[in-house]
């Protein structure tokens, strides 16, 4: 499997900014892309950014123009670059990855980083 490591999150005053960090780490694995999801209390978990090999990356309407998401595929680490965040951003965020593991298709999450933004 491809272990996943969250960093970065915390507590903000609306308006403020919070950069997310997802180390990919494992043997054997091809990243397809990685994504950040994100689950409020009595919410489902919903995406916020999504970012291909490749570079291509797409965003929920609600985070385009504040939420930016970044890759190195060097390390195989991912960012999330959140701007003007609000109240409403307030969620426990996961790294996602799918992956080829030992010739096996698979997704695999992260333990999650907690993020209150307080108004």
């Known amino acids: 499997q491809v272990q996943l490591v969250e960093s970065g999150g915390g507590s903000v005053q609306a308006g403020g900014s919070l950069r997310l960090s997802c180390a990919a780490s494992?043997?054997?694995?091809?990243?397809?892309?990685m994504a950040w999801l994100r689950q409020a209390p009595n919410s489902e978990r919903e995406l916020v950014a999504r970012?291909?090999?490749?570079?291509?990356?797409n965003y929920a309407d609600s985070e385009k123009g504040r939420f930016t998401i970044s890759r190195d595929n060097a390390d195989n680490t991912k960012y999330l670059q959140m701007n003007d965040l609000k109240p409403e951003d307030t969620a426990v965020y996961y790294c996602?990855?799918?992956?080829?593991?030992?010739?096996?298709?698979?997704?695999?999450w992260g333990q999650g980083t907690q993020v209150t933004v307080s108004s």
């Open positions: 996602n990855a799918n992956a080829v593991v030992s010739g096996v298709l698979r997704e695999d």
């Open positions: 494992g043997s054997g694995f091809s990243i397809n892309y």
């Open positions: 970012i291909a090999y490749c570079g291509t990356s």
